[in-house]
């Protein structure tokens, strides 16, 4: 299974941006997905997912209230649409997915399939 990514780039703080995550098999209904994120320096961190079958979502507390992730069901994706960019979002974004439901969905190291990684770069 390949996780394909698109998006990203550089931004002015304040600014949006959404992320894609393609899956190229079967249905992105089935999957567990996660999208991390590294900053430079620092450690691969969790950001957000949601979970297999369209269940619920979960997001770290400093992005709750500016990123939201969801399913595309016609491009067989998940978005992460964030929006109010800071410069400490900027960090390399990765998104991974398992296929059916993972417990322990916000720990590094748990999927079983990873994106090429993103650059997202907040500076003004």
């Known amino acids: 299974v390949e996780l394909v990514q698109s998006g990203g780039g550089s931004l002015d703080p304040g600014s949006s941006v959404t992320l894609s995550c393609a899956v190229s098999?079967?249905?992105?209904?089935?999957?567990?997905v996660a999208w991390f994120r590294q900053a430079p320096g620092k450690e691969r961190e969790f950001v957000c997912s949601?979970?297999?079958?369209?269940?619920?979502?979960r997001y770290i507390d400093s992005v709750k209230e500016r990123f939201t992730i969801a399913r595309d069901n016609f491009k067989n994706a998940v978005d992460i649409e964030m929006v109010d960019m800071k410069s400490e979002d900027t960090a390399v974004y990765y998104c991974?997915?398992?296929?059916?439901?993972?417990?322990?969905?916000?720990?590094?190291?748990?999927?079983?399939?990873w994106g090429q990684g993103t650059q997202v770069t907040v500076s003004s």
């Open positions: 949601t979970r297999w079958g369209g269940g619920s979502t």
């Open positions: 991974e997915a398992t296929l059916g439901p993972l417990q322990d969905d916000n720990a590094v190291g748990h999927y079983d399939c």
């Open positions: 098999e079967g249905s992105i209904a089935s999957y567990t």
